[in-house]
């Protein structure tokens, strides 16, 4: 663990322990004081492993959400001295503090892959656009809890398989879309 003096990364004990080691995660204070736990820096976060360790869907679904957020957290910081922003520019923004809201993790809570899948697959398809941020939460518990109790077998099948064939696919923008039709 390696203290930065004002977040200076490129420090030379940082630079140093940078170069020998297979990956690093930067913490921020700002993040953590804003309630985004884990308050990891997806920015300059790196890790040479990678992608290979994690599994495929996961792979699959999370793959530009890193890149998401990092160009997010640029763009908010703009935006507080910014106008006039754009629709573009908005809807941005407001995916970013959605997929923010989203990866905010309860301790001692750890989600099943499918169900970290269903929640990757339902932002990444655009159920959750129309959302207020606010109900991103409540959206996400009610579709675990709709999941489990009228999905189970494809949850199960996800489950064993780490990974999104077309039926699974179908059947859970299937299930999304009944669920997001009850949701109020």
Known sequence: ??????????????????????GQIFLETNLFNAGIRP????????SRVGSAAQTKIIKGLSGG???????????????QFA?????????????????????????????????????????????????DVKKVLAFEHGLHQFLKTSHAALLDKIEKAKALDKDAEAELTAAIT????SFA
Do not use: C, H, W
């Open 1 to 22: 663990i390696i203290e930065t003096q004002a977040g200076d990364v490129s420090a030379f004990v940082p630079t140093n322990v940078i170069s020998i080691t297979d």
């Open 39 to 46: 308050a990891i820096n997806a920015g300059i976060s790196v």
């Open 65 to 79: 959400i890193r890149t998401d957020l990092a160009q997010y957290r640029e763009l908010a910081a703009f935006a």
């Open 83 to 131: 106008s006039d922003l754009d629709e573009a520019t908005r809807k941005q923004l407001d995916r970013g503090a959605r997929v923010t809201e989203l990866l905010k993790q309860a301790q001692y809570s750890p989600l099943p892959v499918s169900l970290m899948g269903a929640t990757l697959f339902a932002v990444n398809k655009g159920f959750m656009d129309d959302l």
């Open 178 to 181: 009944t669920f997001k039709k």
